[in-house]
């Protein structure tokens, strides 16, 4: 199984910048994609970014340009840095990651603990 491991969260202004750090660690045979999502008090989680183990990235409308997201395979560590970020961006960012935990299994979807970023003056 996979263990995501998120950090870098916290309390910044809007206008501010945060980097988020997740993790990977455990028994599997490979990650394919990991990415992140958030979830505003009330609100349904949403998707933020994503990134393939080629590298290829996927952005939320909302976010696009001002947030970007990268992966370090070799640490199993993907990133998300957070620009010009906005009120509307505070929420818990939650890192996801789709492994195989054998060569000859399909994938499954794993989620970390979560991290808290809040935009506030």
């Known amino acids: 199984q996979v263990q995501l491991v998120e950090s870098g969260g916290g309390l910044v202004q809007p206008g501010g910048s945060l980097r988020l750090s997740c993790a990977a660690s455990?028994?599997?045979?490979?990650?394919?994609?990991m990415g992140w999502y958030r979830q505003a008090p009330g609100k349904q989680r949403e998707l933020v970014a994503t990134?393939?183990?080629?590298?290829?990235?996927n952005y939320a409308d909302s976010v696009r340009g001002r947030f970007t997201i990268d992966r370090d395979n070799a640490k199993n560590t993907v990133y998300l840095q957070m620009n010009s970020l906005k009120p509307e961006d505070t929420a818990v960012y939650y890192c996801?990651?789709?492994?195989?935990?054998?060569?000859?299994?399909?994938?499954?979807?794993?989620w970390g603990q979560g991290t808290q970023v809040l935009v506030s003056s």
């Open positions: 996801n990651a789709e492994f195989r935990p054998r060569s000859w299994s399909s994938y499954q979807s794993t």
């Open positions: 455990g028994n599997y045979f490979s990650i394919n994609t």
């Open positions: 990134i393939t183990s080629g590298r290829r990235s």
